[in-house]
């Protein structure tokens, strides 16, 4: 899941627990969780899956590094199929199902395993904090979909950990700090 970097790292463990990756489930399309898709598809012949409404972001990855300072690197390869709202799949053994969480980007996507008990939130979590709108965000949607993630609601997180999300809320702006 979000390849950024390190797939050395990546591959190492695969081999290291005896799996193999056949999905590369990517959240959204900013660059620290897709620069790695391409050597990480490449080393393994995974199927990279993203939210459409990210394809944008994911294929403006050149601009992205230029915004912040970054190499440029190869194209990234072509996403193998699109993830929406609601979809299932097995993965390890497990039921996936995907959440779509737009407020971060317009395709943000969480990934539940229910039955483990945890779901891999991309940047629309944080500890104590949730992720920024300001990059081609929607603070409205966000405050919305954290009310669709699991473990948290928007007023739950608003008046236990979140400061920032309680400014949003109040006042519709670009908030947080990633
Ligand atoms: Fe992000």
């Known amino acids: 899941m979000d390849p950024g970097g390190n797939v050395a790292e990546i591959v190492a463990r695969l081999e290291v627990h005896g799996l193999k990756c056949n999905r590369i489930l990517i959240t ?53 199929a699109f993830v929406a709202d609601g979809d299932t799949f097995a993965l390890a053994g497990l039921t996936c199902r995907a959440i779509h969480n737009p407020g971060h980007t317009p395709g943000s996507t969480s990934f539940f395993f229910e039955q483990a008990g945890f779901c891999c939130t991309g940047d629309t979590l944080f500890r104590g904090s949730i992720g920024r709108t300001s990059w081609a965000g929607f603070p409205s949607l966000q405050v919305l979909s954290l009310d ?27 908030c947080c700090r990633y």
């Not at 669709?148 to 670009?174: K, Q």
């Open 28 to 80: 959204h399309g900013h660059l620290d969780h897709i620069l790695g898709s391409r050597e990480l598809q490449e080393l393994t012949g995974a199927e990279i899956i993203i939210n459409q409404e990210d394809l944008s972001l994911y294929e403006r990855v050149a601009a992205q590094c230029e915004d912040f300072g970054v190499p440029e690197p190869p194209p990234l390869p072509k996403p193998s």
């Open 148 to 174: 669709t993630t699991p473990f948290f609601t928007a007023r739950a997180f608003t008046e236990e950990n979140c400061p920032m999300l309680a400014a949003i809320c109040g006042r519709d702006y670009p």
